[in-house]
T-cell receptor, first 111, second 111 residues
Framework: DGGITQSPKYLFRKEGQNVTLSCEQN?????MYWYRQDPGQGLRLIYY???????QKGDIAEGYSVSREKKESFPLTVTSAQKNPTAFYLC??????????FGPGTRLLVL | GQQVMQIPQYQHVQEGEDFTTYCNSS?????IQWYKQRPGGHPVFLIQ?????EVKKQKRLTFQFGEAKKNSSLHITATQTTDVGTYFC???????????FGTGTRLLVSP
């Protein structure tokens, strides 16, 4: 069953803690993306990767880090430097210049 | 930078009424994509338009790409409660590396 998965569905972060959000796809897509969505708002691009071992900053990269060691995986780490991390995090993948297919998302809450 | 705006920001209609959302880009687009996000869900790709003046239909949904390839519209005929959600348009950035998403139009349909 092909698709894009994200885990966990909900994640709680304590002050000063780094947390990592998982994103996996078996669609054989080259490109992967991370977005942040605040309540009632649109999508803001955090990082994107067009190919393995390469990634670029999006519009709001500060306080976040990523890696792309495998084509199928694009984990996002929310570092302690991100002072307002509470949001809905969406991962997407696409063929080059094609439609983006989104995972179900991870809701991050700060304790 | 490149911007994509949508109007209206929000619309509340009675079931059976028509609905239209408009998308305007600050730059000419090579293509325009439309996505739907149900409340609590993730964006789902609906359609892509490529040609100037192109019109495509999906059942009660009609999508149009402007002649100048800087604007687009989505029209829903006889809305149903299942149409509830936020509709986003998106176009490739000038470097074709990522999508620039519109601000979104939230549609609420009352039975």
């Amino acid at each position: 069953d092909g698709g894009i998965t994200q885990s966990p569905k909900y994640l709680f972060r304590k002050e000063g803690q780094n947390v990592t959000l998982s994103c996996e796809q078996n669609l054989n897509h080259d490109a992967m993306y991370w977005y942040r969505q605040d309540p009632g708002q649109g999508l803001r691009l955090i990082y994107y990767s067009q190919i393995v071992n390469d990634f670029q900053k999006g519009d709001i990269a500060e306080g976040y880090s990523v890696s792309r060691e495998k084509k199928e995986s694009f984990p996002l780490t929310v570092t302690s430097a991100q002072k307002n991390p509470t949001a809905f995090y969406l991962c997407a993948s696409s063929l080059s210049k094609g439609a983006q297919y989104f995972g179900p998302g991870t809701r991050l809450l700060v304790l | 930078g490149q911007q994509v705006m949508q109007i209206p920001q929000y619309q509340h209609v009675q079931e059976g009424e028509d609905f239209t959302t408009y998308c305007n880009s600050s730059t000419t687009l090579s293509n325009i994509q439309w996505y739907k996000q149900r409340p609590g869900g993730h964006p789902v790709f609906l359609i892509q338009l490529v040609k100037s003046g192109e019109v495509k239909k999906q059942k009660r949904l009609t999508f149009q790409f402007g002649e100048a390839k800087k604007n687009s519209s989505l029209h829903i005929t006889a809305t149903q409660t299942t149409d509830v959600g936020t509709y986003f348009c998106a176009g490739p950035d000038t470097g074709f590396q990522k999508l620039v998403f519109g601000t979104g139009t939230r549609l609420l349909v009352s039975p």
